[in-house]
Structure formats: C-alpha cells, structure tokens
C-alpha cells in the first residue's frame, strides 16, 4: 500500500481553488435560502456541487488575499448567525432554565469575540450582517426556537456542529496563511467544545456516532455531505472494521470529525438567512 | 522555554557536561530515561545512548502527533483498569471508555500511516510511568484527563501551520489534524464539564485566551516544543524521544 499514492487520490483540491472563485459568501447564503425548498435541498446542493466543481476547474488559479477574504466573510456570516442566535435566546424571557444560562451566556460571548476578531481581520473587507429569522422561514420550516427550549437546543447543536464542520471545511484554503489557519483553528476547536457541551445537554454523546443525530429530519445535512460524519477512509486507507474491540464503526466515526464544503454550509445556514 | 525538563535535570550533580550540551543546543529531549540513560555517565567517554528523535517535516509532526496520542491511549487503557472508573456512574463510565477507544484508534491510525510512508523512522512504542496518577480517585483520573485534552487541542493547534501543504499529502494531513483536534476539543468540553457541571468550564477562561484585545474565546496554540516540556515535566514519559529537527515555521 502506497500512502503517499492514496492520499493523493484524496486531495481536498477542489476546497482549494473554489476559493478562488472569489464568490460572495453572503450573496450564496441569500440565494440558497431563498431559493432552496427545504424538502429539496439535498438536490440542490447536489447542483450546486457539480456546477461549482465545473466552474473551479475552468478558474483553478493560485489563492490570492481574495480568497482568504472569502473564507474570513464565509466565517463571519456563521458567527453572525450564532452570535444573533444566542443573544436572541438569552433575550427571551423564560426560555433558557436558571441552570443553563451559565452555559448560554458564555457561548453567547465566545461568538461575540469571534465576530469582533473577524471584524478587527477583514476591515473593510467585511460583510454586513444579514437579517436572520430562526424560525427558518427562508427554507419553508416554521419552528420556534425562542418560545420553545428543546428547539432552541436543537439548532443549538446544529449550529455548534456546523461550525466545527464548516471551520475543518477551509483549513486547506487558508494554508497559504500560517496567522489565518492557526486563528481558524483556535475558533474550530471552541466551536467543539461548544458543540460537545449543547450535544450532552440534548442526552447525546458528547460526539457524533456515524451520521446518527436527534435534530429534525431538515437538518441531515449537519451530519452528511460529501464526506459524511459516517465517513470510515481516513487518509485514503478504509479504516471499517478495524476497531472492533475499541467501539467498532461507531467508536471509528466518533474519533474523526469531517469537513462540510462551503456549499453544503451555505445550504445549511441559507434556511435561517431573509437577506 | 523549551528545557523544562532539562533544567529539572541540572539540578542533579555529576551529569554536567553532557546536560549543558544539551542546553546549548536546545535540544528537546522527553522521558525519564534520559536521566538514567546519562547518570552513568560521568565520565565523559561513554557513546551517547541512542535517542530516537521525531524526526523533520511532515514525518516529525506525524511523529509528534502519534507519540502524543501514545500517551493518551496508555492514561486511559490505566484508567478503564483502575478502581475509580470500575465504581463510576454509567454515564461517567461510557464517556471514559469512549474516550479511551478514540484515543487508541487514533493511535493505531497514526501507526498505520507513518508505518505507510517511514517504516524505519516510526517513533517507536513509548513506555509510561502513571505512578503519580491515583486511579481509584475521580479527581486524579479527571484532572490528569483534563490536562491531557487540553494539551492535544493545543498541540494540534499549533501544529497546524508547521504542516507543509506544498504537496497532495500534507494537504491531506492537515485536513486529518483537523479531524482529531475537534475530537480532542469535544473530550476536553465533556471531561471538564464532569468536573464541574454546568459551569463554563467546558470552555472556561481558564483556559481560552482572547486575541487582538478580545475576551477569552479562543483555545491556544503551543508550539511543539512547548508542548513536549510539559509533557515532559509530567513525568509520564519514560521512553526518552527528542524532537530536535521538527519545522518551527
């Protein structure tokens, strides 16, 4: 078996020079969630998969600042969504219980911190913040995180989990910049700590077993993607079967976390984003 | 900042010559067995014992990372033998036990991988003291854990960047580095909150730090050599290893 050879095979190359396509992040999560009917999304994100991937092997080129500002504004929007999420909740009276408003508020501020060091990062270069509605009417869902807490920690976690996926997602676009990675991978493991943290609350393993989840049947896509939370190749070796004593499958997927693309983000956050 | 463990060793008499090399070179050399390994020699003329050292590039921070994961699937296979995680409540216990198998899938992982592309250069299987570890006691098993994830999260972290991404394969194990850190951030986020329950430990200020003048909210990113003198320091490591030619940029 050839490693080297394997890997290659594997390479996030197509992560890579999408970047480069120097799209607005913004203007991609404002199309999918006004466009995308939820029943449909997993097709949509299809399309939007292979007519990006077209359109990547037409522009491939070298990253540029550019697409580091893309990746930081694709960031930004996400921590925008949490930060406005989180205030939210912590705003309505009665939804958060005595004793879990410890663990709110200090999320609460984290995404705080990270939108202000996004912000100090991009300059200029930033994005406004879009207009959020969590109920999810964008995507055609009707749900009521802010009246109703079992709600309100569901989206919790898909947005903790989608944000650990989402992060993992660019580490290969901003390898060109040893600061940006190391910052992006100092947010990455917060957004796990949070995530294990909501998952627990929810009487869910800390981690994510296979694609398995306790979120509303809209939301599988936290959990697939392209390579999936269920994915068992771990560096281009099939790694299923190997652990029976040690958790089996299970145990494999929960030790590796997995990267969504910044599409199947968009498709994810586009549900909750009116413009 | 690197000789932690070395400056411990100054302390012991008789070992001088060969400890100052090792000062001046700066040298980051982990396990107990050093001080063994040098005690006998005194005399100067003895042939240096062989050190296996981690190696340079992409292979040393592989390296890095798999003897990192050793000692993490050594503490908790102690720890799924000891009293405290026998008598633990069945949720305690599950968390642990999961814990445990992640860590030795990702050791054995690591192993697979390096064996792939360096069969001869592969660090080879450490050995570990946990004497200073009470393994009936909730407290010493969860503070040792607490530790340890933290440190994973910011080895990982900070190892990032030290991967070269010039080639398919580094690009692949930087997407891997990410795979695990997230991992080793949901242990650490569980095993503090069993510590203190509810609290905002799970990602405390203890333990964040802020950037750019922002409140604590982001996790740190160490240096291996950093890394390795705490480890180090811990006394767990008893395998001596060297990290002397890993990239620092």
């Given amino acids: 078996m050839n490693f080297i050879k394997i890997l290659d095979a594997l390479s996030n190359k197509d992560l890579l020079s999408k970047a480069g396509t120097r799209r607005d992040s913004f203007n991609q999560f404002k199309k999918l969630g006004s466009t995308v009917a939820l029943a449909s999304i997993p097709f949509g994100l299809a399309a939007t998969s292979s007519k990006s991937k077209a359109a990547t092997k037409a522009m491939a080129g070298p990253m540029g600042t550019n697409s580091n500002t893309d990746v930081l504004n694709f960031a930004l929007t996400l921590e925008y969504l949490e930060r406005s999420y989180y205030q939210q909740g912590l705003d309505a009276a009665g939804l958060i219980p005595s004793a879990d408003q410890t663990v709110f508020a200090t999320i609460s501020k984290h995404e705080d911190a990270h939108v202000e060091f996004l912000l100090a990062a991009l300059g200029d270069a930033a994005i406004e913040e879009p207009v959020f509605d969590f109920t999810g009417a964008p995507g055609g869902l009707n749900l009521n995180p802010f009246g109703d807490y079992p709600t309100f920690l569901a989206l919790a976690q898909g947005f903790e989990d989608t944000g650990v996926r989402a992060y993992k997602g660019q580490a290969g676009a901003l390898a060109n910049d040893n600061d940006l990675l190391q910052y992006a991978l100092q947010i990455h493991s917060v957004e796990a700590r949070h995530a294990s943290k909501v998952r627990r609350m929810r009487d869910e393993k800390g981690w994510i077993t296979q694609s398995q989840n306790t979120l509303p049947e809209a939301f599988a896509g936290i959990y697939g993607g392209a390579t999936p939370e269920s994915n068992k190749m771990q560096g281009g070796v099939d790694l299923s079967g190997m652990f029976g004593a040690f958790g089996g499958d299970d145990g494999l997927t929960e030790a590796f976390d997995e990267p969504l693309t910044m599409d199947e983000v968009l498709a994810i956050g586009g549900v909750f984003i009116v413009s | ?249």
């Fill in chain 2, 1 to 249: 900042m690197k000789n932690e463990l070395l400056k411990t060793q100054e302390v012991n008499e008789g070992v001088n010559k060969r400890r100052q090399f090792l000062k001046l070179s700066g040298m980051v050399v982990i396990g107990s067995g050093l001080m063994m390994a040098c005690s006998s020699d005194d005399d100067g003329m003895e042939p240096q014992p062989e050190i296996f050292d981690l190696g340079s590039g992409n292979l040393g921070i592989l390296n890095y990372a798999y003897a990192l994961e050793q000692l993490e699937a050594a503490f908790y296979t102690k720890v799924l033998d000891g009293a405290y995680w026998a008598g633990a409540a069945a949720k305690e216990k599950k968390i642990l036990e999961d814990v445990y198998n992640h860590e030795v899938i990702h050791r054995e992982f690591f192993k697979t991988a390096i064996t792939s592309v360096a069969p001869n250069a592969i660090v080879p299987p450490l050995e570990f003291n946990f004497s200073s570890v009470d393994f009936s006691s909730r407290d010493s098993v969860l503070g040792t854990s607490k530790i340890l994830e933290d440190t994973g999260v910011k080895a990982y972290n900070g190892a990032g960047k030290l991967i070269d991404v010039s080639d398919a394969a580094g690009k692949v194990y930087l997407t891997l580095a990410g795979k695990i850190v997230s991992v080793e951030a949901r242990h650490a986020s569980a095993i503090r909150d069993l510590i203190n329950p509810g609290s905002m430990d799970f990602a405390g200020d203890d333990i964040l730090i802020g950037l750019n003048g922002t409140a604590k909210a982001f996790d740190k990113a160490a240096e291996p050599a950093d890394v390795l003198a705490e480890v180090g320091a811990t006394g767990f490591v008893v395998t001596p290893f060297a990290a002397n030619n890993l990239p620092t940029a």
